[in-house]
């Protein structure tokens, strides 16, 4: 099992492009996540979604936007890129009937920069 | 203020030696906890996890819980080199709570 694969690994943008981040998982988990990660400031939730064709907010949702038409894939999007969201960005999933607890598995992440 | 406090570093111990981490919290119906270790330039991985409070031990990992105190601590046994990462508590009210609350992070490096 590859578990959860994130594409791309990196990407550099510039100030108003768009781009999609893909999450990818083989694990039949209900529950995947998008997060941000900056230093000093641990992971942050962007959104969520707790089964196929459903999508939450999360901590910090503002621009971006998801959507999960599978079950096994997670699409994180940004519209109109902005300095402020060079980040790292990690999705994970969860629970499944057979699984323990709420532990949450990570993909790699994707390493963005916005110029 | 953040609802789980973590002490991001860095900490940089000789090899062997007891690492000690914590964080602290203000949810108090938070039941379930987690460790995390973050390795450089990948994902985080689940260390240990415990409920309530108490002590659980796996190898030379030991996790502690004080819901009075609303504080969590890791220790690291006879410390490696290869601990060396970045450690992160987690958090949430039940075993089936989607969302966990998140420390910063504490940067650990163990010198050979």
């Known amino acids: 099992n590859a578990g959860v694969t994130q594409t791309p690994k990196f990407r550099v943008l510039k100030t108003g492009q768009s781009m999609t981040l893909l999450c990818a998982q083989d694990m039949n988990h209900e529950y995947m996540y998008w997060y941000r990660q900056d230093p000093g400031m641990g992971l942050r939730l962007i959104h969520y979604s707790v089964g196929e064709g459903t999508t939450a907010k999360g901590e910090v949702p503002d621009g971006y936007n998801v959507s999960r038409l599978k079950k096994q894939n997670f699409l994180l999007g940004l519209e109109s890129a902005a300095p402020s969201q060079t980040s790292v960005y990690f999705c994970?999933?969860?629970?499944?009937?057979?699984?323990?607890?709420?532990?949450?598995?990570f993909g790699p992440g994707t390493r963005l920069t916005v110029l | 203020q953040k609802e789980v406090e973590q002490d991001p570093g860095p900490l940089s111990v000789p090899e062997g030696a007891i690492v000690s981490l914590n964080c602290t919290y203000s949810?108090?119906?938070?039941?379930?906890f987690m460790w995390y270790r973050q390795y450089s330039r990948k994902g985080p991985e689940l260390l240990m996890y415990t409920y309530s409070s108490g002590n659980k031990e796996d190898g030379r990992f030991t996790a502690q819980v004080d819901k009075s105190s609303k504080y969590i601590s890791l220790f690291i046994r006879d410390s490696q080199p290869s601990d060396s990462a970045t450690y992160l508590c987690?958090?949430?009210?039940?075993?089936?709570?989607?969302?966990?609350?998140f420390g910063a992070g504490t940067t650990v490096t163990v010198r050979a």
């Open positions: 994970a999933s969860s629970y499944s009937p057979q699984g323990l607890y709420n532990e949450q598995f």
């Open positions: 987690a958090m949430s009210p039940s075993s089936n709570d989607y969302k966990l609350s």
């Open positions: 949810n108090s119906a938070f039941q379930y």
